[in-house]
């Protein structure tokens, strides 16, 4: 079963796939508490609720006994301009990744079911999560042996680098596992070094200070403090993982036609950036995840962005 599950996940074009055993999340239970608790979530509140769910996936999913790990690459073949507003490499693509990654993972679903009968997952609850759930991704895919988590917080895959979206399926029954991986960060700091914001620190991150968090999951103003250490990202922000050694080592253009870029994207300068309009917004970016920012706050950013150059 371990095998063919493995296998089946690669024939249906994920990268990677890890099966780690469901069990209680101890260790990370007691960091989130406490960072939670330093406010160091910022205005996620959602990250406090279903507390016992996202560090047990038994209680989330009654009857799981394992927990399947995919991974999918994103790292594209072609860069935006440098000189323009910039886009997180992971919003690149034309098409949404959660709905690329759920049909993935729905397909995996009905070839195990097929095989396995199915009551291999848990009927009436939903059990199959891309970045959408109480689900500590990165950690399970950390003990999937899909890789080590980083100093920067992102899972680091021996072979693809951190450039990968995570996708879990949670089945009710059990199978051999596989082995964790030893972090091999070192003494390397390139991460926490080169964070305008400080947000990195100790194998921690204070979203409240993150570009990331900053340009997205913020809803208000950047704060002043932070609007001139942007660095041109006007959605998202790629610094920590594009100075990461093991990203120069294995990052590699991804190979996924639903994948594919915005053109828009890669050939805009600052003008049409700044040009874009509600309207053009909703036409061009109608299926991307950047439609989950809302035209407001990318234009928001946008301006920002530009401002600092002024």
């Given at each position: 079963?371990?095998?063919?599950?493995?296998?089946?996940?690669?024939?249906?074009g994920?990268?990677?796939?890890?099966?780690?055993?469901?069990?209680?999340?101890?260790?990370?239970?007691?960091?989130?508490?406490?960072?939670?608790d330093?406010?160091?979530?910022?205005?996620?509140?959602?990250?406090?609720?279903?507390?016992?769910?996202?560090?047990?996936?038994?209680?989330?999913?009654?009857?799981?006994?394992?927990?399947?790990?995919?991974?999918?690459?994103?790292?594209?073949?072609?860069?935006?301009i440098?000189?323009?507003?910039?886009?997180?490499?992971?919003?690149?693509?034309?098409?949404?990744?959660?709905?690329?990654?759920?049909?993935?993972?729905?397909?995996?679903?009905?070839?195990?079911?097929?095989?396995?009968?199915?009551?291999?997952?848990?009927?009436?609850?939903?059990?199959?999560?891309?970045?959408?759930?109480?689900?500590?991704?990165r950690?399970?895919?950390?003990?999937?042996?899909?890789?080590?988590?980083?100093?920067?917080?992102?899972?680091?895959?021996?072979?693809?680098?951190?450039?990968?979206?995570?996708?879990?399926?949670?089945?009710?029954?059990?199978?051999?596992?596989?082995?964790?991986?030893?972090?091999?960060?070192?003494?390397?700091?390139?991460?926490?070094?080169?964070?305008?914001?400080?947000?990195?620190?100790?194998?921690?991150?204070?979203?409240?200070?993150?570009?990331?968090?900053?340009?997205?999951?913020?809803?208000?103003?950047?704060?002043?403090?932070?609007?001139?250490?942007?660095s041109?990202?006007?959605?998202?922000?790629?610094?920590?993982?594009?100075v990461?050694?093991?990203?120069?080592?294995?990052?590699?253009?991804?190979?996924?036609?639903?994948?594919?870029?915005?053109?828009?994207?890669?050939?805009?300068?600052?003008?049409?950036?700044?040009?874009?309009?509600?309207?053009?917004?909703?036409v061009?970016?109608?299926?991307?995840?950047?439609?989950?920012?809302?035209?407001?706050?990318?234009?928001?950013n946008?301006?920002?962005?530009?401002?600092?150059?002024?």
């Open positions: 079963m371990h095998n063919f599950i493995k296998n089946m996940a690669l024939s249906l994920f990268d990677a796939c890890g099966i780690a055993k469901a069990e209680e999340l101890t260790e990370d239970a007691r960091f989130m508490k406490l960072w939670i330093s406010g160091q979530n910022g205005e996620m509140s959602y990250l406090a609720r279903n507390f016992e769910k996202r560090v047990d996936p038994r209680i989330l999913v009654p009857g799981c006994k394992s927990i399947v790990v995919v991974l999918l690459n994103y790292f594209p073949e072609n860069k935006q440098s000189s323009s507003p910039q886009i997180a490499k992971y919003a690149y693509s034309e098409v949404d990744y959660h709905t690329v990654l759920k049909e993935k993972l729905k397909s995996l679903e009905e070839q195990i079911c097929s095989k396995y009968g199915s009551d291999s997952v848990t009927q009436g609850y939903q059990h199959l999560f891309v970045d959408s759930a109480p689900v500590l991704e950690r399970w895919a950390e003990r999937a042996g899909l890789g080590w988590i980083g100093k920067h917080t992102q899972l680091i895959h021996p072979g693809l680098g951190s450039y990968t979206f995570i996708g879990i399926l949670m089945l009710r029954i059990e199978t051999d596992y596989d082995k964790s991986i030893l972090p091999h960060c070192g003494n390397c700091t390139r991460c926490i070094d080169a964070c305008p914001t400080k947000a990195l620190s100790n194998g921690t991150l204070d979203a409240r200070r993150c570009i990331s968090y900053l340009t997205i999951e913020n809803k208000n103003e950047i704060p002043s403090e932070f609007k001139t250490k942007l041109g990202n006007a959605l998202g922000c790629d610094i920590c993982a594009d990461c050694p093991w990203n120069k080592k294995w990052a590699i253009p991804h190979t996924h036609p639903e994948l594919s870029p915005v053109k828009e994207i890669l050939n805009w300068d600052t003008n049409s950036w700044h040009l874009l309009s509600n309207e053009n917004f909703n061009i970016f109608k299926k991307s995840a950047i439609k989950r920012a809302g035209f407001g706050k990318l234009k928001q946008i301006n920002v962005v530009i401002n600092n150059k002024v």
